[in-house]
């Protein structure tokens, strides 16, 4: 094995080369693991190469220069040279291997360890908008989404947290951008149909106060919220038609009857014809059976007569003043009649007592109702002209059932005797549409 | 039939005399009060939101010997154990012919009490009216009201555990995805009637 001194020029170039190459990458190596302050035990198997790197390194220019230079070298460089130029070689090789060793796991470190660069490119995968500011709105760090956002909403780019807050918050957006609720969760509509919620909130870093902004695409909930108040309004308006339906039971069921009447009348008029017939083409009938086409015949022409007079709905007073009438009582009305189905009714029960009273009890030649309202509430007191009643009055069936009425209704009931019967009520306006009478 | 074709016929059979026809039955007492009644047919659902069962149960209260014949339309199950519990003679739907009231009428006037055996059937969704329990229509009742499960629980005293195990049953057996189209064609069918 040739000495360092014997190697022919162009290896000793090539062994020199080869060294400072290696010097180079010993010397970044001990850079990198310096700075990754990790495995501290490769720094000084690095320093020791990098020490034997730059010895060799010495001894091959020292070699070169006395060759070509012809210089005399100091004895101890001559007697280094002699080494076998085997020993260069081993450590070349050991230098490298151990250096691509090196080299290989600081890729697989940073292949598969968190640095800033892998957290900002792992936020800008997010579907969410995500921002960092310091106190004074400096931006730390955001992602592309939270960007994005920020350029469509104020058509700038985000460089400040904190008057971008403010804008999402408090200030005026313009453009297609609409805000649907501020404060401290707003939410906002883009123009494609997105609907986008920022919140935010402080965290402490590094001792140091951050704002965090989130923003959350909530399209798919906005338009399901939608959704819902859509079907809970046609819910709504199928209640109310429910509960006017049943407000008007009585009235339907008339129209119900007087259309299952007509028909029937129809179908009698029809078969009172067909009889009528049979008895005019006949040979020879039955006094029965033409008494009863008779018959037939006089029930159609009074349902006829009964169909060409008007028929009015008659309204609660007319109802009140022909019962009246009937016993000879003159029914004086002050006020108007409350609207509204539960206190028509409530009143129509107390004017029937009262009238009751009036006709039965008093020998009444006259019944005076007097209607008021408040603001909360419908009012109407009966009285009559007729005998006082002879002390106190025990509530009995009606108006004791008049009083049950009212109470549920929240209403309430005075019966007074004291100078003269009178009968007192009120009604809340806004009575419970549920609570039926 | 209606009120007026009522009349006519009953008066046209020249075997009862018409004392008065009133709309309301709020006035029923009055007029049993000041006239000589032997009978009334009374309507359930009559003008101004009075109940004909109400008013049954207060004349048979102070005027025993007047007889009343309900008469109604409305299919409602829970009309006749009213009619009964109110002590009333007879009980007709509407939907015979005219001679049917006269002879309920002859009858009802001899002495004899009178009801139908059943309740007339309905369909509602899938299901029949008699395969309903009866609290199953006291609920249905109260779902006409469009209130909440908690409302109608705390008005009839029920755990809302309880009147919402009925809704679903009763959805099940129906087949209407809602509370909503159940309450709507129970009141449409005229199978629950609220507030009479």
Known sequence: ?437 | MARKLFEIFIEGSGRYSLVCSVESASLAEFYCRTNSVDLILMDVCTAMNASGLDAAAVIKQKFPKIRIVIVTGQPEHDFIRRARNAGVESFWYKEGDPETILTVMDRTMSGESIYPDTVPTLKIGYALSEEFTPRELEILRELLSGDTDEVIAARMNLSVWTVRRHIQTMMSKTGFMTRTQLAVAASESGLVIRGI
């Not at chain 1, 190697?7 to 010097?23: D, E, I, M, T």
């Not at chain 1, 730059?54 to 002699?82: C, D, E, H």
């Not at chain 1, 009751?356 to 109702?369: D, S, V, W």
């Not at chain 1, 009559?384 to 309430?412: A, D």
């Open chain 1, 1 to 437: 094995m040739n000495s360092l001194m014997e190697l022919h020029q162009y290896v000793r170039a090539a062994l020199l080369a080869g060294l400072l190459v290696l010097q180079l990458l010993e010397f970044c190596a001990m850079i990198l693991e310096i700075v990754r302050q990790n495995k501290r035990k490769y720094i000084p198997v690095l320093a020791l190469f990098f020490l034997i790197n730059g010895t060799m390194l010495i001894l091959l220019a020292a070699a070169n220069k006395s060759i070509f230079l012809q210089v005399t070298i100091k004895p101890y460089l001559r007697r280094l040279l002699a080494m076998p130029s085997f020993g260069l070689y081993l450590f070349l090789i050991i230098s490298f291997l151990y250096l691509i060793r090196i080299f290989r796991q600081e890729r697989h470190y940073r292949r598969n360890s968190v640095s800033g660069h892998s957290v900002k490119e792992s936020m800008d995968t997010l579907n969410a908008g995500l921002c960092f500011s310091a106190g004074n709105g400096r931006i730390l760090l955001a992602n592309h989404q939270m960007e994005a956002l920020c350029h469509r909403i104020t058509g700038c780019d985000l460089q400040d947290g904190e008057e971008f807050w403010r804008v999402l918050t408090a200030g005026t957006i313009s453009g297609p951008v609409k805000k649907l609720t501020g404060g401290d969760h707003p939410t906002l509509l883009f123009p494609d149909g997105s609907v986008w919620s920022f919140v935010r909130r402080p965290m402490e870093a590094g001792g140091e106060t951050v704002q965090q902004l989130y923003a959350s695409d909530i399209t798919e909930l906005y338009d399901m919220t939608l959704r819902l108040q859509e079907e809970n309004r046609q819910v709504a308006d199928m209640n109310e038609r429910l509960r006017q339906y049943d407000k008007n039971i009585a009235e339907m069921t008339r129209m119900k009857e007087q259309l299952a009447a007509k028909v029937r009348i129809h179908d009698e008029f029809g078969q009172a014809l067909l009889a009528a017939h049979y008895c005019l083409a006949a040979e020879a009938v039955s006094g029965a059976d033409v008494q009863r086409v008779l018959e037939a015949w006089k029930r159609n022409i009074a349902v006829l007569q009964q169909k060409t007079r008007p028929q009015e709905k008659k309204h609660l007073m007319k109802h009140l003043t022909d019962a009246a009438e009937s016993v000879g009582i003159q029914v004086v009305l002050e006020g108007s009649v409350p609207e509204g189905e539960n206190s028509e009714a409530i009143l129509a029960a107390a004017a029937a007592e009262a009238l009751t009273n009036a006709a039965i009890h008093a020998k009444a030649g006259i019944l005076n109702i007097q209607l008021g309202q408040t603001e909360d509430e419908w009012t109407a007191v009966f009285s009559n002209n007729g005998i006082p009643p002879q002390g106190e009055i025990t509530e009995g069936g009606g108006l004791g059932s008049l009083r049950k009425r009212l109470e549920k209704l929240g209403g309430r009931m005075e019966v007074c005797t004291e100078p003269a019967f009178s009968l007192r009520i009120a009604v809340p306006k806004k009575v419970e549409v549920n609570s039926f009478v």
